[in-house]
């Protein structure tokens, strides 16, 4: 036995409805109603097969892995770094060594603050954001400013569509800038952001660049040679994953330039008793026993999005967008969020005269989920004037059928709150 994943059929020629019944989660009653799903941006749901490779982990396999010298460690091991592989090869990294396993986006910033941060941040630097980052691409560098007596400087969004202010860039882009971290899709706007001529731009003036995949690797085919970036973080939980999974993609110079972040077993080459030699990356970023049996399941999570088509579940998600973001602009006091085209995987919004806490509680009332708050990005929902916004996003279970069902719900609310 092997928790080696099994390979996956050809699914890319299967319809969105046969998919959602690789879901198991999704086939109940909530309230008295279908469950429809529409939260998959706060976090995705996972398909039979992830679950089953974990539940067949733990049967057969676990034990720890890289210290043991028996069968079950060795399998162990083998499954753990054979999805080291499968995420070099999912986001095209030009060695296995650039990849870094992380609890999840969160602590890839954290790492990278940290880590990166502290020995390449001096007084006086200035670190680069948008006004769109989600608050784990911002408290953290918020902390390292405060440490370094460094600054942060924000690429302005211009407006509702959340569009980014490309001019202000250049005079941004200033000699004291030395990273720039930004999303790819916005967890507010969902509008993809031009992610290799950020990279480039930045690049040409010798700035670090940081991605944050968090809403885009599980939705959208992204190669981390062609957007030109020198790091990137992601949430196993958001592409079909386990929770406590995620991945810290670095160029291999940019990890080797990188000390440790957290301290402690399987990070050390060698250990006296007053100092330690590390290992080299990315054993060196991984202290203590990981998440093993999350790996395994990001492993089957990323064969699943391959196997059914990341360009597929793009143009999927950006189809339900476009329905979604059609049928709400007809409704009566409804202010969308995001752009008018170009979107993908979400659509934010505010009605005049319904809270989105007591829509979202409105919805659940008929068994569909969606998000009503600041979505972990209180500074941009201030510049925009709003206290929260109503959020549904997609993934690819999610049907026509079910935006319709959204869209019917919210015109009956809009009625009822009235
Ligand atoms: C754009 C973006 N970045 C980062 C994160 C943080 O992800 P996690 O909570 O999985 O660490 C999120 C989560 O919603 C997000 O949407």
Known sequence: MTSH????????????????????????????????????????????????????YYEHDHANVHRGTHALSERSTAAFE??????????????????????????GFNLLARAWGDAHIHEGDTILLTEMEHHSNLVPWQMLAERKKARLAFIPVTGLDGALDADAL????????????????????????????????????????????????????????????????????KMLGPTGSGVLYGRYEMLEATPPFHGGGEMIE?????????????????????????????????????????ERIHKHDAELVALARRGLGELPKVTLLGPAQGGTGLVTFVIDGVPPYDLSTFLDGRGIAIRGGHH??????????????????????????????FLEAVEDAIRFFG
Not at 11 to 31: E, Y
Not at 227 to 233: A, I, S
Request: a neutral charge; proline letters at 6%.
């Open 5 to 56: 994943p099994r390979p996956l059929p050809d699914l890319s020629k299967r319809d969105w409805s046969s998919l959602r019944d690789d879901f198991p989660i999704l086939n109940q009653q909530v309230k008295g109603h279908p469950l429809v799903y529409l939260d998959s941006g706060a976090s995705a749901q996972r398909p039979s097969h992830v679950i089953e490779a974990i539940s067949r």
């Open 82 to 107: 054979a999805a080291r592989d499968r995420a070099a090869a999912f986001f095209n990294a030009k060695r296995r060594e650039e990849i870094v396993f992380t609890r999840g986006a969160t602590e």
């Open 170 to 237: 250049d005079r941004l882009l200033t000699p004291e800038v030395k990273v720039f971290s930004f999303t790819h899709v916005s967890n507010v706007f969902g509008c993809v952001n031009p992610v290799a001529d950020l990279c480039r731009r930045a690049r040409a003036k010798g700035i670090v660049t940081i991605v944050d995949a968090a809403q885009s690797a599980g939705h959208l085919p992204v190669d981390v040679q062609e957007l030109g970036c020198d790091f990137l973080v992601c949430s196993g939980h």
């Open 270 to 310: 060698i250990v006296h008793f007053d100092r330690s030699i590390y290992r080299l990356p990315p054993g060196r970023f991984e202290a203590g026993t990981p998440s093993i049996a999350e790996a395994i399941g990001l492993h089957v999570a990323m064969d699943y999005l391959d196997a059914v088509g990341r």
């Open 376 to 405: 972990c990005t209180m500074p941009l929902h201030k510049k925009l004037g709003l206290n929260a916004s109503a959020r549904a996003s997609f993934h690819l279970y999610n049907t026509h059928a079910e935006v319709e069902c």
